[in-house]
């Protein structure tokens, strides 16, 4: 499934209490040789649809580096969310 599809069928998993304006997204996917691989990701306002482009973009691009295809992705995962980048870095991520 594409980023985009993942999110449009509800099965974007949120470990936190509430999404702020920052959010850490684990991203799941299938690596071009069948092996599963995870990255994660920072991305402004996931719920609306900037955020979401943004989230897909940046998987885009990212895609040829980590030996995937868009439509390998698995999963979804929020693990963290801020008000700011450095809250997010105090937090670990």
Do not use: P, W
Request: a negative charge; proline letters at 0%.
């Amino acid at each position: 499934m594409t980023i985009n599809q993942i999110i449009k069928a509800g099965k974007l998993v949120s470990e936190v209490d509430q999404i702020k304006r920052i959010s850490c997204v684990n991203v799941g996917f299938t690596v071009n040789d069948g092996r599963e691989d995870e990255s994660q990701l920072h991305v402004h306002n996931l719920l609306c649809s900037n955020g979401t482009a943004e989230l897909s973009d940046l998987f885009s691009s990212l895609a040829e580096e980590l030996n995937t295809k868009i439509s390998s992705v698995n999963y979804l995962t929020v693990v963290a969310s801020a008000d700011t980048e450095e809250e997010l870095e105090r937090m670990g991520f």
